[in-house]
């Protein structure tokens, strides 16, 4: 069965530094990969999703995410943090042919001053 | 005006209520999800539409209900609501023929339940 993984469930950085998210998907067939943004109190906004085109996708607020097949990963990255970039920061993925979007557990950012 | 509408967007209820949430929305999408959101447990899918006459439950659908009205509405319903289905709720739409591969879903804001 299809899972996707986050790991870290809280990722602390300070202001200006890298950003890292974790994600691993399982699944025989790579899938089509999504990365949502979750503002207090909003529903998920996309950031970015890879389609089978680049490996290396750039989407909004300067994130940027790189698929790898070899690692079943999907991270995301960001060079320099930014205060308002404190949320929480899911990973999904769907298998093409499919209906079925499968969420991970989320990892909730906070940017440090 | 938002693309996808929730109501209500906070609501308390006790044990053994009936209760209604609703979804609307503009973006003329067929397609539409029920999703509950429980802290370190991430998104799981209640119900999905892909059409007014297609409704399918999801992986957790015991105790829920779903009606879609019309392609533009989607109702979750909780026929006798329990404390632990205490959870932000949020409705979904998604469009299988725009924007090329990968199917992007739209999320409302979320309706946040507390069952007493």
């Known amino acids: 069965a299809q899972s996707v993984t986050q790991l870290g469930s809280h990722v602390s950085v300070s202001e200006g530094a890298l950003v890292l998210l974790r994600c691993n998907y399982s699944?025989?067939?790579?899938?089509?990969l999504f990365w949502y943004v979750q503002y207090p109190n909003q529903g998920l906004q996309l950031l970015l999703k890879?389609?089978?085109?680049?490996?290396l996708v750039k989407g909004i607020n300067g994130f940027e995410a790189e698929f790898k097949k070899s690692e079943t990963s999907f991270h995301l990255t960001k060079p320099s943090a930014h205060m308002s970039d404190a949320a929480e920061y899911f990973c999904?993925?769907?298998?093409?042919?499919?209906?079925?979007?499968?969420f991970g557990t989320g990892t909730r950012l906070k940017v440090l001053a | 005006d938002a693309d996808v509408t929730q109501t209500p967007r906070n609501r308390i209820t006790k044990t053994g209520k009936r209760i209604m949430l609703e979804c609307s929305q503009t973006?003329?999408?067929?397609?539409m999800y029920w999703y509950r959101q429980d802290p370190g447990l991430g998104l799981r899918l209640i119900y999905y539409?892909?059409?007014?006459?297609d409704i399918n439950k999801g992986e957790i659908s015991d105790g829920y209900s779903v009606s879609r009205q019309a392609q533009a509405k989607f109702s979750l319903s909780l026929e006798s609501a329990i404390p632990n289905q205490t959870a932000l709720y949020f409705c979904?739409?998604?469009?299988?023929w725009g924007q090329g591969k990968g199917e992007t879903q739209y999320f409302g804001p979320g309706t946040r339940l507390l069952v007493l």
């Open positions: 539409s892909f059409d007014v006459k």
């Open positions: 999904a993925a769907r298998a093409s042919g499919t209906y079925k979007y499968i």
């Open positions: 699944s025989s067939v790579p899938p089509y």
């Open positions: 973006k003329g999408h067929d397609r």
């Open positions: 890879y389609t089978s085109a680049a490996t």
């Open positions: 979904a739409t998604s469009d299988p």
